[in-house]
Each structure stands twice: as structure tokens, then as C-alpha cells.
């Protein structure tokens, strides 16, 4: 069945430096990758995604690198800031039955030392 | 636009009880799906609906849950019969068009703990 991996489970960066967040899906069809930032208590929030018609996409210090041969995906987080700090999940549409579900991965918990 | 609403925010019930979660979409968006998020967890898909319809609840435990998206109010999530296992942040989300494709916005959840 459709399967994402997300590592690390915990990320502690000092404040400035920029952290990585990898995923690996397992279907070579997906095409919709999204990815959420959740902080203690609070609902997921849409943060960037990208779809399979481009490799990367940024947004300010945010940025999404995607590598379909390889089905792999990155979150890339500069100049990190203590607001950064939450729960980042990755996910990948996978399509069953007809429709298309997302599948999340089981989250990193980013810690920014300041 | 409020965004997407659930309520209860915080739910508790008794065993053998039965639970009630409710969702409204955004403003325009026809589409809702649910998730359960268990503590350090990710989250699972449940069921994707459209208005009167159920299109996909293959996430969905076969027994006791059922969920509707009536023509008029909200979107509910009906656990019957709660067990301790059933504990978790259930999450609503809607998207404008049909399919995962479309992003999804997320309600603040409803927190559900079985006594």
C-alpha cells in the first residue's frame, strides 16, 4: 500500500542555521506533495508544496526540492527562527480506488536553540 | 472567512457512550475529509465526502463510525460505543474541488478523551 517516510523524528537546530527535513513515498504516480507545519495544541497549517511538474519551489526561507526518480522530497528551512520551532509533516497524494488520498508521514519535531 | 470550524474543540465521554464531532468548511469549499491523530502521531486518513455523498471511507473503522455531509449544516463524524481506543485529535479538513490534488485546509481539531 502507499507508504511515506519522514526523517528525521526530531531536528534540534541553533537559530540561524537551516534544517532539512527528507520523505520518501512509495508510488511512482504520486503527484502532490504538501507539506505542514503543527504546533503544540494547534491545527496543521499549509506551509509550501509542490507538484511532480517541477523539481523545487520556494518561498521566502522555505523551500521544496522534489526527486521523482529517486520519490523523495526535502523541506528546506534557512535562517532558522525560534517561531520555527513545531511539528513538520510531509505528505504524498496517492491515488486508490479512484480517488486520490493524501498519506501523511509520521512527522519531525523541529526544536530551534536560540 | 472564518476558515475551517469544528466543534467541539475538547470532548469528553464515557465508555459505551457516543460521540458527535462536527465540521463546517470553509466558505465554498464542497469537499471535507477526516483525519485521527493519535498522540506523537501522524495523521490517518478517515473519509472524504461531498455534500450528501460519501466518496471514499476506506479509512474508516467499519464499526461504529459513520460520518455524513448533509445537503444543509455541517459535516458530522459519529463514533458510537467509545472505547479508550478511540482517544485521539480528530481533524477536519476542506478543500474547493474534488480530489487530494486541490490543497486542503485544516480545522483546529476536536479532542476527544473516553473515560
Known amino acids: 500500500g502507499e507508504n511515506v517516510e519522514q526523517h528525521p523524528s526530531t531536528l534540534s537546530v541553533q537559530e540561524g542555521d537551516s534544517a532539512v527535513i527528507k520523505c520518501t513515498y512509495s508510488d511512482s504516480a504520486s503527484n502532490y506533495f504538501p507539506w505542514y507545519k503543527q504546533e503544540l495544541g494547534k491545527r496543521p497549517q499549509l506551509i509550501i508544496d509542490?507538484?511532480?511538474?517541477?523539481g523545487e519551489k520556494k518561498d521566502q526561507r522555505i523551500a521544496v526540492t522534489l526527486n521523482k526518480t529517486a520519490k523523495h522530497f526535502s523541506l528546506h528551512i534557512t535562517e532558522t527562527q525560534p517561531e520555527d520551532s513545531a511539528v513538520y509533516f510531509c505528505?504524498?497524494?496517492?491515488?486508490?480506488?479512484?480517488?486520490?488520498?493524501?498519506?501523511f508521514g509520521t512527522g519531525t519535531r523541529l526544536t530551534i536553540i536560540p | 472567512n472564518a476558515g475551517v470550524m469544528q466543534n467541539p474543540r475538547h470532548l469528553v465521554r464515557r465508555r459505551g457512550q457516543e460521540a458527535r464531532l462536527r465540521c463546517s468548511p470553509m466558505k465554498g469549499h464542497s469537499h471535507v475529509y477526516w483525519y485521527r491523530q493519535l498522540p506523537e502521531e501522524g495523521l490517518k486518513f478517515m473519509v472524504y465526502l461531498q455534500k450528501e455523498n460519501i466518496i471514499d471511507e476506506s479509512g474508516m473503522p467499519k464499526e461504529r463510525f459513520s460520518a455524513e455531509f448533509p445537503k444543509e449544516g455541517p459535516s458530522i463524524l459519529r463514533i458510537q460505543q467509545v472505547v479508550r481506543g478511540d482517544s485521539a485529535a480528530y481533524f477536519c479538513?476542506?478543500?474547493?474541488?474534488?480530489?487530494?490534488?486541490?490543497?486542503?485546509?485544516f480545522g483546529p481539531g476536536t479532542r476527544l478523551t473516553v473515560l
Open positions: 479538513a476542506s478543500s474547493f474541488r474534488r480530489g487530494i490534488t486541490d490543497t486542503q485546509y
Open positions: 509542490i507538484r511532480s511538474n517541477v
Open positions: 505528505a504524498a497524494s496517492f491515488l486508490t480506488g479512484g480517488n486520490e488520498k493524501l498519506t
